[in-house]
């Protein structure tokens, strides 16, 4: 099947994409920057530009069997002025439109999956709300409505074509979206309940929205609208206990609903709006993670009292005997590491890299110098290593480096295990600047690799 996806870049896109080509679909990928894309993508695919305005090119939608539109600028990454309100509706409802448009004529399309949100529903209390359950007022009830119409006009151009859309709630996933920022706060001790802490949150877990997607493509019995959201929706105030154990922390500062509406305005709703998602067209046995515990376990789980732990994929057009020599020599490491942390290697205790070998670093964090040594804990070729440290900034440092074979080419996988010195000082006076700076190490790597293996 080929499948084309807007929004594939994102954090749902990614791995929806790596899922499909596991399955060994092929994917068409839309982006506003091509270069930028292959950077941020773990999977395989044809990369077409397109802004998310006007007629998209016949080459990308040619044979195309199924779309997945996942486009839409992020609700809360911005304060809702009018232009920014006017921006959330058109990278939606003009963009799916235009989408649409765009396949006038095709005849391979027989599936196209638009999303949505539960945000359909707007600020509901406790209410129960099913896919049959009535809109919502306001902003982002509005949002989702025409968002969804937009997506109907596909049936009327192409009565054969089965839709599908999704009311997604808040997706759980490492490193990415909500959790993402709720992390850093978190574990620096500023978390607490949002207003009184009474409103539900619809949530489900990333592997339960990706088995749904890989499902809606093939399965020509799902076909409509379906609340995509696990089966125990929780209270603002249940969510803030359930990261307080995942986290190991107190989370008792709460952010009063007044101040959240002086502090992001009519933005606030995002936070505050309650929705009790559940499906009547979906059963518990349709998710791996049903309840929030089982949900932040699976993310969050092996992790000790202050430690967390970054994830990163990235996908390049080699095999994995043809990248091996380059990731496995510490030398290279300066070419793929910021310039700002003046990375040098002084010397490792083995002409080649084994298992044991000890490599010893100089670098500069936010312009302090520091030494690093690690320790090479495991060693195999062309698969995987692991380097730990014995001497450095961290209390911790775990970093398993994967090498998988997708496609033809490799995916490259860094899973990074870490704790902060200095106990509960050290988090709550460095966790979100050490994440942060995790991050940019890895952004930066991620474009210094796609330089090296997309030309």
């Not at 486009?71 to 009018?82: P, R, T």
């Not at 990248?323 to 510490?330: I, K, R, T, Y």
């Not at 084994?354 to 690690?374: F, K, M, N, Q, S």
Request: proline fraction near 4%; include cysteine.
């Amino acid at each position: 099947m080929k499948v084309l996806l807007t929004g594939g870049t994102g954090f749902i896109g990614n791995e929806l994409g790596r899922k499909l080509v596991e399955q060994g679909h092929s994917v068409v990928c839309l982006t506003r920057d091509v270069e930028r894309a292959k950077s941020k993508l773990s999977y395989p695919c044809e990369i077409f530009q397109w802004a998310g305005a006007g007629p998209v090119s016949k080459e990308a939608i040619h044979e195309v069997d199924a779309v997945v539109n996942m486009i839409g600028e992020g609700v809360a990454d911005k304060n809702w002025s009018k232009e920014r309100k006017q921006a959330l509706r058109s990278s939606r409802i003009d963009a799916t439109r235009d989408l649409v448009e765009s396949f006038e004529g095709a005849q391979t399309l027989k599936t196209f999956v638009s999303f949505s949100a539960v945000g359909y529903y707007g600020d509901r209390s406790d209410e129960i709300l099913d896919e049959e359950s009535t809109k919502g007022d306001g902003f982002l009830a509005d949002l989702c409505e025409d968002w969804e119409n937009a997506a109907k006009a596909i049936v009327k151009s192409h009565p054969g074509v089965r839709l599908v859309i999704p009311r997604v709630g808040v997706v759980l996933g490492a490193n990415q979206g909500f959790l993402d920022r709720l992390e850093p706060i978190f574990r620096s001790g500023v978390g607490g309940p949002l207003g009184s802490g009474k409103q539900f949150i619809s949530w489900i877990h990333i592997d339960d929205l990706i088995r749904f997607l890989s499902d809606s493509l093939k399965d020509e019995s799902i076909e409509g609208t379906y609340n995509l959201s696990a089966p125990h929706p929780v209270s603002n105030s249940e969510l803030t206990r359930e990261l307080e154990k995942a986290f190991q922390v107190m989370a008792k500062i709460p952010a009063p609903a007044f101040v959240l509406k002086i502090v992001f305005g009519e933005m606030s709703q995002a936070l505050l709006y309650s929705q009790r998602g559940l499906s009547a067209k979906r059963s518990v046995e349709h998710f791996k993670y049903p309840t929030l515990s089982e949900a932040l376990g699976a993310i969050y789980g092996g992790l000790g009292k202050n430690e967390a732990r970054f994830e990163s994929f990235l996908w390049v057009p080699k095999k994995p005997t043809e990248v091996w020599d380059f990731f496995s020599s510490e030398k290279n490491l300066e070419e793929i590491t910021p310039k700002n942390l003046n990375f040098r290697v002084i010397g490792k205790s083995t002409d080649e890299i084994e298992e044991g070998t000890l490599i010893d670093y100089r670098l500069r964090i936010h312009g302090v110098p520091a030494a690093w040594r690690t320790r090479i804990s495991l060693w195999n070729p062309s698969k995987e290593f692991v380097d730990e440290q014995l001497k450095g900034p961290y209390e911790k440092w775990h970093h398993h480096h994967g090498f998988k074979e997708l496609a033809g080419g490799t995916l490259l996988t860094d899973c990074v295990h870490f704790k902060l010195p200095l106990g509960a000082l050290g988090r709550v006076g460095g966790f979100a600047f050490v994440l942060s700076d995790v991050k940019k190490i890895f952004t930066y790597r991620a474009q210094m690799v796609t330089k090296k293996y997309h030309s």
